[in-house]
Nanobody
Framework: QVQLVESGGGSVQAGGSLRLSCARY????????MGWFRQAPGKEREGVAV???????SYADSVKGRFTISQDSAKNTLFLQMNSLKPEDTAMYYC????????????????????RGRGTQVTVSS
């Protein structure tokens, strides 16, 4: 069964750090684009960061300079290092992957991605 499983969420104080992971299981085909999305209560889901098969990354303006997306050498696990966290970063964080999007940016919709995880909660207190 194909799965994306997120982990690493939790509760931190503002200014703290968290590292999210997303492990991919059961999908042996190459992936072109992987990314992180988030959805805060009462808000639409938004793209946070993406990385393509060449390692090129792209970030939403709200997280540039604070978050770093990366993947392991086997490209089966995706990471999101989140530093200098703010209360407005509080959200459910989801990972997604797709083999053939026409581009790799955080401005695609979560539902455009073929593979989607179920999320991990991040809560940042002031």
């Amino acid at each position: 069964q194909v799965q994306l499983v997120e982990s690493g969420g939790g509760s931190v104080q503002a200014g703290g750090s968290l590292r999210l992971s997303c492990a991919r299981y059961g999908y042996d085909y190459s992936i072109y684009c992987m990314g992180w999305f988030r959805q805060a209560p009462g808000k639409e889901r938004e793209g946070v960061a993406v990385i393509d098969t060449t390692g090129r990354t792209s970030y939403a303006d709200s997280v540039k300079g604070r978050f770093t997306i990366s993947q392991d050498s086997a490209k089966n696990t995706l990471f999101l290092q989140m530093n200098s966290l703010k209360p407005e970063d509080t959200a459910m964080y989801y990972c997604a992957a797709d083999p053939q999007l026409p581009g790799c940016t955080p401005y695609f919709r979560f539902t455009d991605f073929h593979l989607r995880g179920r999320g991990t909660q991040v809560t940042v207190s002031s």
